[in-house]
């Protein structure tokens, strides 16, 4: 059962049944309030909410307390549909996709809603619609164009509950023990400074490296003050990245090293973002779907997927909770080996640890030399060792070290390469196509031609194994959603990671939750494979004894 709903911004709402194919099966219903609606056909039939984009609708209902099963995202579907057919660039929210529809131009995206412009009882404002189209057969105009490619089905139903997921994550948010993240950050940095001001441990370091620069002026924050002063030193540094500081031998490199290490918590995770992300004990960013081209999630504002290993320490479960964490050990090599069907590749993918394995059995069991001829296979490094390390790898390897190279070609030509699921590459800008077509056969502009379609080769090699593994976390989620248990929450996703806080009783349940939800991942994508997809699930009280 289809249903389309729109919430309109007086906080009332309208649903209408729809058929399969998206027409009408019924007249348009008014709800005053729309989430007791929603929560009745919940109840009785478990339909497909048809809407227009699920990160703001759903926060409304999940506000009032009301959770559905299943949707079908039109901003989501439309943005995969558009980038089969190679138009990545083109408007993907409902006005747009209407405007395709009725064969009108389409207007421009918008965004998101500003954080002080989010959701909040009344619903989202009302949008502004091509040929002043009502909302609501809009979503059914819209629906029926998007069963144009029935072959993305699987992609378009993972990708919709990846964003129920995510809507659901930020409601119910991370566990954040803000006393524990002022003590980390007093350990740091020192006692939280007045504004404007340094904290005391990073105004010492400042005032070493000054002294060690013989007491000129400096400002250690800026990238070319410091340059400057090295400069004085008689000392030319091209940059001030860490890198480069750590082979210079002069006395400001030590507490300049240590300073830019603090500095960066304190700007990134400092008290200004405990103050603007974290409250009632939970930390709740926005996620943001498919936010990267190759599928992976991104997040708007609070870095969310870039959390400090020290700041895990605040991450802790409630009292009588505790965090399951689990992730996909060494995924995007056994994607690799499941997608290219490398029986060779796919018998190292028996061990737990893929890096021994294959040390083992190519690498003499040097673990590290193994890693760095995995990695530059999926994402094209040939410097340094790599490039010996590859041809090891291809030699005993040749099918699955042949998939990314063939993805390879493809780009360096501009053409499109798709995931398992059918998630495409975008095609390189215009100027890359001018300058790739455009140069002969010999001098500078031949050499720029070359690099740049290796370039994008590059890019479409990697594409294949990291949108792949987009696409099984996708149906990872969808259906660890599913299959946990009423009072367990998804807190927190990262590529290959999930975070459950639950009950304690509730903890091994999880636990089989999650390996039932990585077997049937891998059965929606690759069938029968042989590949084992393991999924490393513990239960801990903080999220730093994870690893």
């Not at 389309?4 to 911004?9: I, Q, S």
């Not at 400096?218 to 090295?230: E, K, L, Q, Y």
């Not at 997040?299 to 479960?317: E, N, W």
């Not at 479409?460 to 990291?466: G, I, K």
């Amino acid at each position: 059962m289809l249903v389309a709903l729109v919430l309109d911004a007086d906080g009332a709402g309208r649903w209408q049944k729809l058929h399969d194919d998206g027409t009408p099966a019924g007249p348009a219903m008014t709800a005053s309030s729309p989430a007791a609606a929603v929560a009745s056909l919940e109840r009785a039939h478990k339909p497909r909410w048809v809407w227009a984009d699920t990160s703001e609708i759903y926060p409304v209902l999940l506000d009032a307390g009301v959770r559905v099963d299943r949707c079908w995202d039109l901003h989501l579907t439309e943005a995969l549909l558009l980038g089969v057919e190679g138009r990545h660039r083109e408007p993907k929210e409902l006005p747009g996709a209407l405007a395709r529809v009725l064969g009108l131009p389409a207007p421009a995206d918008v965004g998101p809603p500003k954080k002080d412009d989010a959701l909040t009882l009344f619903g989202p404002e009302p949008v502004t619609l091509p040929g002043d189209t009502d909302e609501l057969a809009a979503l059914s105009l819209v629906f029926r164009s998007q069963q144009r490619n029935p072959a993305l089905g699987l992609l378009i139903a993972a990708e919709s509950a990846s964003a129920l997921v995510a809507a659901e994550m930020t409601h119910h948010g991370l566990p954040w023990r803000e006393d524990v993240h002022n003590r980390l950050l007093e350990e740091v940095l020192g006692p939280r400074p007045a504004h404007g001001q340094r904290p005391k441990l990073l105004q010492d370091l400042a005032d070493q490296i000054q002294e060690a620069f013989g007491g000129r002026e400096m400002n250690p924050d800026a990238p070319a003050s410091i340059v400057r002063a090295f400069a004085r030193a008689g000392i030319e540094v091209p940059s001030a990245r860490r890198w480069v500081l750590k082979k210079v031998d002069h006395p400001a490199v030590k507490p300049l090293l240590d300073y830019k290490e603090r500095a960066r918590l304190w700007v990134a995770h400092g008290w200004s973002w405990l103050d603007t992300w974290v409250e009632d004990g939970r930390f709740r960013p926005d996620y943001v779907v498919g936010g990267v081209v190759t599928g992976r999630w991104a997040s708007r504002g609070g870095a969310a997927l870039q959390i400090p290993r020290l700041m895990r320490q605040a991450v802790i479960a409630d009292d009588g909770w505790c965090l399951v964490a689990a992730d996909a050990s060494q995924l995007e090599p056994r994607i690799l080996a499941a997608l290219s069907g490398d029986s060779r590749l796919i018998e190292v993918c028996g061990d737990d640890d893929l890096y021994a394995a294959l040390a083992e059995d190519s690498f003499k069991g040097e673990r590290p030399r193994a890693k760095i001829a995995m990695l530059s296979a999926m994402y094209g490094g040939t410097s340094g060792e790599a490039g010996p390390l590859l041809a090891v790898l291809r030699k005993r390897f040749p099918i699955a070290v042949g998939y990314v190279e063939d993805a390879a070609r493809v780009g360096e030509q501009g053409r499109m390469v798709r995931t398992r699921l059918g998630r495409t590459s975008p095609t390189p800008s215009a100027a890359w196509q001018e300058l790739t077509g455009g140069a002969d056969d010999s001098g500078e502009s031949s050499s720029s031609s070359r690099q740049a379609a290796r370039n994008w080769g590059r890019f479409t090699r990697n594409f294949v194994v990291q949108g792949s593994a987009a696409d099984w976390t996708a149906a990872l989620l969808g259906v660890l959603r599913s299959r946990l248990p009423a009072d367990a929450h998804l807190v927190f996703f990262q590529h290959d990671e999930v975070l459950v806080h639950c009950p304690l009783a509730d903890a091994d349940a999880v636990i089989e939750a999650i390996a039932e939800a990585g077997r049937e991942a891998t059965r929606l994508l690759f069938g029968g494979t042989a590949v084992r997809f393991p999924m490393n699930a513990i239960p801990v009280t903080c999220y730093a004894d994870a690893k």
